[in-house]
């Protein structure tokens, strides 16, 4: 495995370390898919209506039926 | 808290919870009016609903402590003291 050379002048002398390996992300990604073309993002704005009773809006987090949406995310990872 | 007390208390929160959406909503759509008039309605409930609540239960807030004989605020149990 590659390592980045430890800098001997942070590192006691008496450390063993050689380094800290070299990870996929420390070198730049040149390839296409890093790079596209530039878009415009559009979010439409969101229109009063559907508003939950109070306590459903409550218990669900949000008082409008349009934003209560399923979300799957968990750990900062997709399941 | 007995049942009584812990729903007047989520009637409270439901309620509160509510406005605490619309402002967000309105944040963005300041000249929407239905909303705007949606927020009244659900402003004075709340007015009504914690005038009800600390009639009945004591301040919520100690800002609301009313002029009486003794300081009222001490005398529901403190948060820590779990059941009334």
């Known amino acids: 495995m590659d390592i980045y050379q430890a800098d001997l002048t942070i590192v006691p002398k008496d450390c063993e370390i050689q380094g800290i390996p070299k990870l996929p992300c420390d070198e730049p990604d040149t390839s296409e898919l890093s790079m596209p073309a530039l878009g415009m993002a559009y979010v439409p704005a969101q229109r009063f209506r559907e508003l939950y009773d109070l306590s459903t809006g409550f218990r669900t987090g949000t008082i409008f039926k349009e934003l209560d949406l399923p979300f799957y995310g968990i750990g900062g990872t997709l399941l | ?84």
Request: contains cysteine.
């Open chain 2, 1 to 84: 808290m007995s049942d009584n007390k812990c729903d007047a208390m989520k009637n409270l929160l439901e309620v509160s919870f509510a406005l605490d959406d619309l402002r967000l909503f309105l944040d963005t759509h300041p000249y929407e009016k239905e909303a705007i008039s949606c927020y009244q309605l659900y402003k004075d409930q709340r007015n009504k609903v914690l005038e009800e609540y600390e009639q009945t239960f004591g301040p919520i807030l100690s800002y609301n402590v009313n002029d009486e004989n003794q300081w009222t605020w001490v005398e529901s149990p403190w948060p820590w003291e779990g059941e009334v």
